[in-house]
């Protein structure tokens, strides 16, 4: 199998395309072979010539080095995380062209460290969770981070004994940016995300949630979430709520669960008795006497339009491709088409399958011609894009529900997925 190593110049990455080098050539190098890319995000006058640094690099040690370089206006803010989305799809672009089965990243324990405080200060969850070992990216492949346990002081310490230098990148010290003042109060605090998070917890803990969703919960057209009331007496379960609202990302087409005090609001709204409905996390919570309803609020929806042969996704809730030659539009149904009458005889009350419906995708051709060649089929927004190892079983039962395919198992043994089972 080849591995593709991400390899940006600094100590880290550089230390990990260094280390399994030498393992591979030390053990067996028929079985697996390496291959590098550098993400030039051109957003530094230096990364061009740091990418060729790299490159000559990985030419005095035998693997091949590619360069993919992020083209194109840059966002004025949340430039942090429009630069990671660029980075994971041109390294996967890069793993494809190159023929790679994986992906591996330096990320340490000192970036786990702090992306676990950052979630802590964001109050994210039910408990903040770190990154995981394992991640799959766009369904298509999987990002392994096998440094996760070493720190970079060790990483430096190992490079220098090869008499290997790395760059530095500035933008590390510049406090605009969310990492870096993170980074800085854990020099002053370094306990501060001490005993916070476990990753085989996690993954026991989203194995419970899975095994609520496949116990209870039913999906209807990939509009409606049922649940029955009962589980109510569970409101203060963190199994629970982490399955509750990895539902509630899906229904609202989010790539994030609702912070914590959406959390607080909807445990409040579970507590009463009476019935009604709340909005949370572009969702309606519609409880009845046959059961709690989830369903996408009617607000915000937009109108996508698609040429011939492209593909997006509409909402976030729905992958559309037009299979056409001819434009086509996508919007919400609205009320009393057929779509309602289904989920009326799918046995929901009239008014959810109502409500249900006013968000349901709804395919007009702009010419007139036939929508056969369309496609749309659910998208599982929280998962589909970065689903994290200790997640992957909840979120096949909740694809199953949507009536996707499960994910990809990764490619190597995944002791997380075993503590789940």
Known sequence: MRILVAVS????????????????????????????????????????????????????IGVPHLIKRWNGPKPLT????????????????????????????????????????????RAQGPGASG???????????????????????????????????????????????ERVRVRAE???????????????????????????????????AGLVVE????????????D????????????GGRAHIPAADTVKRVAAFLRE?????????????DRRASGLYLYREARGLTTLTLAGGETATWDGRFHVRNGGSAPISVAAEGRGGPQQQRLIAAGLPPGVAGRATLTAPRVRSENGESVASITIEPRIGLYDTFLPGFDRIMADRIAGLFGREPY?????????TEMER
């Open 9 to 60: 110049g600094g100590s880290d990455s550089k230390g990990l395309l260094l280390a399994l080098n030498e393992a591979i050539e030390a053990s067996d190098p028929n079985r697996f072979s390496l291959a590098a890319c550098t993400v030039d995000h051109a957003l530094r006058p230096e990364s061009a010539a740091e990418a060729k640094g790299v490159a000559a690099f990985c030419a005095s």
């Open 78 to 121: 949340g430039i942090q995380a429009a630069a990671r989305e660029a980075r994971y799809r041109l390294l996967a672009d890069a793993a494809e062209r190159l023929g790679a089965g994986c992906i591996v990243t330096g990320h340490t324990s000192d970036d786990q460290r702090e992306t676990i405080l950052m979630r802590m200060q």
């Open 131 to 177: 990154m995981a070992s394992a991640t799959l990216y766009d369904r298509r492949i999987w990002v392994l981070r096998p440094f996760l346990d070493l720190d970079r002081a060790s990483i430096r310490a190992y490079l220098a004994t090869r008499d290997v230098t790395w760059f530095d990148d500035p933008s590390n010290a510049n406090p605009t940016f």
């Open 186 to 220: 854990l020099a002053q605090s370094p306990r501060a995300e001490e005993g916070v998070w476990d990753a085989g917890a996690r993954a026991r803990s989203s194995a419970r949630a899975a095994a609520f969703i496949t116990r209870h919960v039913r999906v209807h």
């Open 227 to 238: 649940i029955p009331l009962a589980l109510g007496d569970h409101r203060d379960n963190v």
């Open 240 to 251: 629970w709520q982490r399955a509750l609202l990895a539902l509630v990302a899906v229904v």
């Open 273 to 285: 008795t009476t019935l009604g409905r709340m909005t949370a996390g572009r969702c309606v919570f």
């Open 408 to 416: 990809p198992p990764p490619p190597v043994h995944d002791l997380l």
